[in-house]
């Protein structure tokens, strides 16, 4: 019984991948006169069902180790399901059901997890509907105009029209995007949610964000230049979109530097790598939209990687913060591999695809002549590199600081099978970065009317500005690693006792029981004397959406003394009432 | 002989089967009747379907109108006639196969929870205002009764309450008939519609000013409605669903029914009471962020959908009359569920406030899982049946580009979302009380076949909604169709 | 002297007279509605409000001399009578309104013997 409960929910999990590959032709469905749903495959989607169809099974295959939960696995093919449907609708209502459809059942799953507190379920729940309901506000608003709720170009509007929808559907994605300052419900969320389940909302539901920032040049399929006029070559509201990217991304950057947990590290750096991909749909050309396209795949594959091998640590130690950690590269050697190969995806160093993603997007920074945001790109990529290195050396490298951390075995299968996978899946892309190039993102770019980026061989990477073999790097780059290897292993016999890795921790000192000993403790702390930076990890947006809490509470308390319980003062307010307005009518004669 | 079946039979049965009660008792047969004389009623709504689709049907009663009384059955009020019965068919069957509560399985509850389905719809059905009187003091006296039926110092507290308030409104609504009646010399509803106009303004506006105030105080619109949390504190869960479902359905049909027929320009009472709509919706779902007593919480829940059928209704273009009456049916199903749970839970906690009730899906996951269905269905969010009725409401002010209700709207769908899922939030979150929680007995699943019932009917509802489609656009076309009652019943041009 | 008399005769000053005086029963049960806190007084109250709602329908729908509805005594045509209903609706709403209060009474008893209170101001049992 239990075993074919956990089968069947691994073969709902291929759902996306069957629908991925067996869809054919166009479904409609009536809802009421007026109202028709349509579901299509076009290309755009195409290329978002593909990551949804990677990404589920992967993390249906760990899930399977626990007990068998029928609730949570209904929960998870409901998502799916409403993922689907997003996915596919050519209208906006059908649109907006599988998005709610997300929304909730990915808050219920949310909730299964035992850390999530009262402020993180709400601001999850009530930042993601907000985002729907400036959605919704945007949808009606397009159908007051065209009398359509289809996602189409729209033309003949008004320019005050065009800013209204962009700023309605802008907000709404950018919410869900996480970007500054609407974010504080992702590292929350990423932070409290079942382990597994935080890969799914940075791998995947975050792309659904992207998406919906997707369907933006569908509806102006001439550029955003007409809503807004032209700055710096471009249009306005492109570059306000890139500004928000660029510093979204900068300022998360910065945040997860400082972080003491590897989830809530992680969950900012999500916001970060999202945020270059706004940039990138800011910038508008095909070569930017080409790298963001690839840049949300190679994030998707990174973040899988990275968070079920987290996840994978966490179960192994019951630890989640650096300082618990620690010398665990011998005990988990495959998790040390994922996690390494995780983090140069990450910081889109050669030779992952990472490095083509952000190679794109420079491209096409430098292509639209927007060198600030070129440059805030390059530092917030370069600071990243801090928090990747904290990543790879808080949990791996060191002495171990717990006596889980100790005795703690390698991941059971269930977890290593996706990493080894995705580990295989972002070797090859980043062998083979023409063959994204030319199977997944020019279609995506054909199907919006733009010009695709092209490729001569499949591991090739070209763009007019010059361009790299993947294999010719990844050939140098694994020579390099092995001969390091073999090297590093024939003195290493030598080496082997020179001295306990505490001895290099302690220095010769007698460490007292409250002595953090961790290298990463107060990592990232000097931060916050940085003059500018410092300033702004000092102010969050948390005091400001709890004060907006408390005036609501303070108001809904207020108008609540209205509702006593003396039946009299109730009947003397309807009296009242009633004995001024018909004075007031009486005399204004209405 | 065959059976004639006539309107009349909606408000005989009932009210026959209620003075039969001793016999019912003697046979051990009182939930069976009640259960049955529920369902009857909705199939003979059902059956009459198809005459209501081709014609009105007038059913007078000695003399025809304008001199006698009629009732008349549209498309609309055999919706909510329908409507009426299935809650009250759900309902009855929740309390018959509870195992709770026995007070409500005794002959008191039996005859009024019938006089109060009688009640509801005569007021729907009747084409004659002092009549409409009288089922409004029937309703009135029973849900009175019904709400006191514990006999327990709450349900007395709470009995004694609504019945100072409501009889001062019924007082309110006499006034206003009497006015009418010596401004008219009528009361026959048509023949009043056509004679309003020809009175000074200032008496209709203090006509008017009566009735909504004696309305709005039944109908729960605010600055009406500080009654009816104390009420729904007081009573038993299951009454109060049989008030939030079928009730107030009842008496927002009378408001807007009244102001649609008496007034031959509808827009004129339309800004007060879109106004009073959208304050009555804005106000309860913000003194809902605070309430810590499940019942209160729901009782100002169903304040906020109350208030925002009433902005829909108010708006009186036929989109939105449309999906507002869907809102009010979708909005009988989802109260009813969540507070027919609610009286499951009192079985299991003593207290239902918000810390006591932690970890509840742990012993009544079934409870909770229902509970989350009906909260997102209130919400509004798909794919469950109250998504395409606020869907509806919102494209019917989006065609002719009035924003600030949708605005509104989907502001108070927010708030009403911020306490909802705190409830569902402690509902999942780990029990304060593991020991006691040991002791409780499990679910049985028999209870809670009513409830599931309905949790169906929300799911179809919100996959399929075109199956009711064609019956509430006509609806909407009734209830706004001034000139069309007129004819039907006066059978000349107005 | 006897002038005075015709002139209350006169359909229209008979009227303002029961009108005013039926406002004034009106507001002063309406005074004891909102200023009394003893349960019985509330319902006498009400009771009051209700029953000059019913004067005004009788007063004003009724004229000096007209006869009762009823054929009888010699009578055969409704000429000269009272319109009748008026009296009915009346008749129905005292009934209702009776109905009410009884019940009304009945559970301010039953409040009173099971809590000891009889005042609309002590009655908080219901807020948490």
């Known amino acids: ?315 192994q130690t019951g630890h989640r913060r650096f300082i618990d950690l620690g010398q665990l590269i011998s005990r988990m050697p495959i998790s040390f591999f994922g996690v390494l190969i995780g983090i140069i995806g990450l910081a889109g160093m050669p030779p992952l695809p990472g490095f083509a993603a952000k190679y794109l997007m420079y491209v096409g920074l ?77 279609p995506v770019l054909i199907g919006l009317n733009m010009t695709p980026i092209g490729t001569p061989a499949w591991n090739v990477l070209a763009t007019s500005y010059g361009g790299y073999d993947g294999v010719a790097v990844m050939g140098v780059f694994a020579t390099v690693f092995v001969l390091i290897t073999v090297l590093f292993l024939l003195v290493r016999g030598n080496m082997h006792r020179a001295a306990s890795p505490y001895d290099l921790s302690f220095c010769g000192e007698v460490p007292t029981a409250d002595t953090p000993l961790h290298y990463g403790a107060g990592m990232g702390r000097e931060l916050r004397r940085v003059p500018l930076i410092g300033w702004i990890l000092r102010h969050t947006t948390t005091g400001f959406y709890a004060g907006l809490t408390r005036q609501t509470q303070a108001a809904a308390g207020m108008i609540g003394t209205l509702y006593g319980s003396n039946p009299q003062t109730w009947l003397l307010l309807a009296v009242l009432i009633f004995a001024v307005t018909l004075t007031i009518q009486s005399v204004t004669g209405a | 002989m065959t059976l004639h079946f006539t309107p009349v039979w909606f408000i005989a049965v009932p009210l026959l089967l209620a003075f039969l009660a001793p016999l019912w008792v003697r046979w051990r047969l009182l939930m069976p009747v009640l259960f049955s004389a529920q369902v009857a009623l909705f199939a003979l709504a059902l059956s009459w379907i198809p005459a209501v689709r081709i014609a009105p049907i007038l059913e007078t009663i000695v003399i025809a109108p304008p001199l006698g009384i009629h009732l008349h059955l549209d498309a609309i009020a055999l919706l909510l006639v329908a409507l009426f019965s299935f809650a009250g068919a759900i309902i009855t069957a929740f309390i018959w196969l509870d195992n709770g509560a026995a007070h409500l399985r005794e002959r008191p509850a039996f005859i009024l929870i019938l006089l109060l389905i009688a009640g509801s719809n005569g007021m729907v059905l009747t084409g004659d205002i002092f009549n409409l009187y009288v089922f409004i003091e029937i309703v009135g006296v029973s849900a009175y009764a019904l709400a006191a039926i514990r006999r327990d110092k709450t349900a007395l507290e709470a009995g004694l309450k609504y019945l100072i308030v409501g009889s001062v409104a019924a007082i309110f609504i006499l006034f206003a008939i009497v006015l009418l009646y010596l401004q008219t010399g009528q009361l026959n509803i048509a023949a009043l519609a056509q004679a309003f106009s020809n009175m000074p303004a200032q008496m209709q506006l203090l006509i008017g000013l009566l009735m909504l105030i004696g309305l709005g105080i039944k109908a729960e619109l605010f600055p009406f409605n500080f009654w009816v949390p104390d009420i729904y504190r007081g009573s038993d869960p299951e009454i109060t669903a049989l008030y939030s479902g079928v009730l107030v359905k009842a008496f927002l049909f009378v408001l807007f029914h009244l102001t649609f027929i008496l007034l031959a320009d509808p827009t004129v009472a339309r800004n007060w009471l879109m106004a009073l709509g959208a304050i009555t919706m804005i106000v309860a779902e913000l003194v809902a962020l605070r ?174 909604p075109f199956l009711l489609e064609d019956w509430l656009q006509q609806a909407a076309q009734a209830l706004l169709g001034r000139e069309a009652l007129l004819n039907a019943v006066l059978g000349v041009q107005p | 002297m006897l002038e005075v008399l015709e002139l209350f005769d006169r359909p229209a000053v008979l009227h303002s007279i029961y009108l005013i005086g039926s406002l004034i029963l009106f507001f002063i049960g309406l005074y004891g509605l909102l200023a009394k806190r003893h349960l019985l007084k509330i319902f006498v109250s009400i009771e009051i409000m209700e029953l000059a709602v019913y004067l005004i329908l009788i007063a004003i729908a009724t004229t000096p001399g007209e006869t009762a509805p009823i054929l009888s005594d010699g009578l055969t045509a409704f000429t000269g009578m009272s319109d009748p209903i008026p009296q009915a609706l009346t008749l129905t709403a005292i009934v209702i309104g009776v109905a009410v209060t009884a019940l009304g009474t009945s559970m301010a008893i039953q409040y009173h013997r099971l809590t000891g209170k009889v005042s609309v101001g002590e009655m908080t049992e219901l807020k948490d």
């Open chain 2, 291 to 464: 309430q810590n007593d499940l019942r209160r919480m729901l009782a100002y829940s169903s304040l906020g959908q109350v208030g925002l059928i009433t902005l829909a209704l108010a708006f009186a273009s036929e989109a939105t009359t449309a999906g507002a009456l869907f809102h009010m049916i979708n909005h009988t199903f989802i109260k009813v569920l969540l507070f027919l749970l609610a009286a499951l839970m009192l079985r299991q906690y003593a207290s239902l406030k918000l810390t006591d009730v932690h970890g509840l899906s742990r012993t009544m996951p079934l409870a909770a899982g229902l509970f989350v269905l009906g909260a997102l269905a209130v919400l509004g969010l798909p794919p469950l049946s109250g998504f395409i009725s606020k869907l509806w409401i919102l494209k019917g002010f989006s065609d002719v580009q009035t924003f600030w209700p949708v605005a509104l709207i989907l502001t108070a769908a927010l708030i009403e979302a911020g306490y909802y899922f705190r409830w569902i939030r402690a509902f999942y979150a780990a029990p304060t009380d593991a020991a006691s929680m040991a002791k409780m007995e499990g679910e049985k699943v028999l209870n809670y076949a009513p409830l599931l019932v309905i949790a169906g009917v929300l799911i179809v509802l919100g996959v399929a």
């Open chain 1, 1 to 315: 019984m239990n075993l074919i409960t956990k089968l069947l929910f691994l073969g709902l999990s291929f759902t996306p991948a069957a629908t991925f590959f067996t869809w054919d032709g166009a479904v409609a469905w009536s809802l009421l006169n007026g109202i028709t749903l349509s579901f299509d495959l076009t290309p755009l989607s195409a290329f978002f069902m593909l990551l949804l169809a990677i990404g589920a099974p992967l993390i249906a295959v760990p899930m399977l180790r626990e007990k068998s939960d029928e609730s949570a696995y209904a929960l998870y093919a409901l998502l799916l399901l409403g993922m689907q449907l997003l996915l596919l609708a050519g209208d906006f209502i059908g649109f907006f059901i599988g998005w709610e459809m997300m929304t909730w059942s990915s808050y219920l799953l949310l909730l299964r997890s035992p850390r999530t507190d009262l402020e993180g379920a709400q601001s999850y729940i009530l930042f993601n509907l907000v985002s729907a309901f400036l959605l919704l506000a945007g949808m009606l608003f397009l159908y007051s105009i065209t009398d359509d709720f289809r996602i189409q170009a729209v033309d003949g509007l008004l320019t005050a029209d065009k800013l209204v929808l962009f700023v309605l559907f802008g907000l709404a994605f950018l919410i869900k995007v996480g970007a500054l300052p609407l974010h504080l419900w992702v590292p929350r969320s990423y932070d409290q949610a079942p382990d597994l389940f935080s890969a799914f909302l940075s791998a995947l539901m975050s792309k659904m964000g992207i998406y919906g920032l997707m369907i933006l040049p569908l509806l102006f399929p001439d550029g955003f230049n007409e809503i807004s006029g032209q700055i710096f070559n471009g249009p306005v509201a492109g570059y306000v979109l890139a500004w928000i990217g660029i510093i979204t991304a900068t300022i998360a950057t910065f945040k997860a530097i400082s972080q003491e947990d590897m989830k809530r590290l992680l969950a900012y750096s999500s916001i970060a790598q999202v945020g270059y991909i706004v940039t990138a749909l800011g910038v508008g050309s095909s070569l930017a939209i080409g790298g963001a396209l690839f840049q949300a795949l190679v994030h998707t594959l990174v973040k899988l990687l990275l968070f079920i091998t987290i996840a994978g640590i966490i179960l």
């Open chain 1, 366 to 442: 430098i292509e639209a002549h927007w060198l600030l945001l070129l440059a805030a790109m390059i530092l917030a990529s370069t600071a990243s590199f801090v928090y990747c290195y904290k990543l790879i050396y808080g949990p791996f490298l060191g002495h171990a600081n717990s006596p889980e951390a100790k005795t703690a075995t390698e991941a059971p299968w269930q977890y290593l099978i996706p990493q080894i996978i995705l580990m295989g899946m972002l070797v090859a892309l980043g062998i083979f970065p023409g063959w994204a190039i030319d199977v997944l993102i020019d």
